[in-house]
């Protein structure tokens, strides 16, 4: 191995170590039963239970880069749901393996690394289900190599409609060549994040704003459909451009943001993709202008300072609204992780929950297991009681506005946009 990929493989093992030292105890040595994802992409199994597992429950994150702080607690929040389901699915024991999309050289969520990942996944017959991905692009690569293996994904933070609906051509059959569904999610998809932040605006009072993308699938995606609500809702949108994730100044950008008159703009796509230079960028050209961002940049650590004041959707109540075994979540686990939890490590539990209940009811096989997950409802789950339809989206659709005060997102506005403004 060369000097250069034996340093990217200690950065993947660092990574994905992280999540493991983040566990009470130390993991059981669990591989008599199971075959463990290779350390090249994965952590070790971790396993607290009797004996040695049935299955494994893979987690997909990115977990280098600027979202990695979020990635890393969404990963410890699923292993926190695993222990309290006493590491088991019904009768079969369950162990768990944290896997990383990203590399150090992309910062974030990686197209090789994920179709790696996927065929990783899909021919470890050992694996029952896959918790992720958390960027939408990535699931695009990795749900259609899964699907020829009837492998379930279930993701906490996939928000692209196209996965589930009708939305670009082609969306969404080409991602399931065998005609069988095999992806489903706990998150409201961007064709209600998208006009619930257009509210959000139009609220604010906003007459004029400027609409940004990264040219991602995801980030793309939303900011069209904040444009189209924005519209709907009598905003004028005075700009509607992508940015470039390598460009080393924003000022052009910003000056062009500035000259429009624009009182708001809205920064479609992930914190990942250069989102603090361009925020920071913005803000230095126009100190007056209203950043607004979806949860693309819903981790205030990695946004920094210059996020302070910026409104930012999440899907879903926020934490501290969560009641019943929501509430114990966010105690328990906020206790074990020293502060409130981020909004998608709820995500990330009920993900967990999810797979595991489908597991149960599909008896241990995997297309069983991934044709359960459809009409599967929830009740008095982490997020609340929900159903996951025959396209595999949740009924779940409030959208939760937060605002920055340094390392913290304050909930300010719960929205539920009418269907008038849903679709784009």
């Known amino acids: 191995m060369s000097k250069k990929l034996s340093l990217l493989a200690l950065g993947v093992a660092a990574a994905v170590a992280v999540v493991v030292a983040g566990t009470t105890g130390s993991a059981r040595s669990a591989t008599a039963s199971v075959t463990p994802l290779p350390s090249s992409s994965c952590g070790p199994i971790v396993y607290k239970g009797s004996g040695s597992p049935d299955f494994i429950v893979a987690s997909d994150l990115p977990l280098q880069g600027a979202v990695r702080h979020q990635t890393v607690q969404v990963s410890r929040a699923e292993i926190w749901a695993l222990a309290n389901a006493g590491w088991k699915a019904g009768s079969y024991k369950i162990g768990y393996q944290s896997c990383d999309d990203s590399t150090a050289q992309t910062g974030g969520w990686d197209t090789a690394k994920c179709a790696t990942n996927a065929h990783l996944f899909a021919n470890n017959r050992s694996v029952i289900a896959v918790l992720g991905t958390f960027n939408s692009g990535c699931a695009k690569i990795e749900v259609p190599i899964g699907n020829r293996a009837s492998l379930l994904w279930v993701s906490p933070a996939n928000t692209n409609p196209g996965l589930t609906k009708k939305w670009d051509v082609g969306e969404p059959q080409k991602y399931y060549p065998t005609g069988v569904r095999n992806f489903a999610r706990v998150v409201a998809t961007d064709d209600i994040q998208g006009p619930a932040d257009a509210m959000w605006s139009k609220a604010l009072g906003f007459k004029k704003v400027y609409v940004l993308n990264d040219k991602q699938t995801y980030g793309f995606g939303v900011a069209t459909t904040y444009r189209a609500a924005a519209t709907k809702l009598g905003i004028k949108v005075a700009g509607f451009e992508g940015w470039d994730a390598k460009a080393s100044s924003y000022e052009a950008l910003a000056t062009r943001i500035k000259a429009s008159g624009a009182q708001a703009v809205f920064l479609g796509g992930i914190i990942c993709n250069n989102g603090a230079k361009l925020m920071q960028d913005i803000k230095s050209v126009d100190p007056k202008i209203q950043l607004q961002m979806p949860d693309g940049f819903s981790d205030p650590n990695s946004n920094g300072t210059v996020g302070n004041g910026a409104y930012i959707s999440v899907a879903g109540e926020p934490p501290k609204a969560l009641t019943g075994v929501g509430?114990?979540?966010?105690?328990?686990?906020?206790?074990?992780?020293?502060?409130?939890?981020?909004?998608?490590?709820?995500?990330?539990?009920?993900?967990?929950?999810?797979?595991?209940?489908?597991?149960?009811?599909?008896?241990?096989?995997r297309a069983a297991v991934t044709k359960s997950v459809f009409g599967l409802t929830v009740t008095n789950g982490i997020l609340g009681t929900f159903t996951i339809n025959a396209s595999g989206d949740t009924s779940l659709t409030p959208i939760t506005i937060y605002k920055q005060a340094g390392k913290n997102l304050n909930p300010v506005k719960t929205l539920v946009p009418a269907a008038s403004l849903i679709g784009g």
């Open 327 to 365: 509430a114990t979540f966010i105690k328990s686990f906020g206790k074990q992780i020293g502060t409130t939890p981020n909004p998608y490590s709820a995500y990330g539990a009920q993900a967990m929950d999810v797979a595991l209940e489908a597991i149960v009811k599909g008896g241990g096989q």
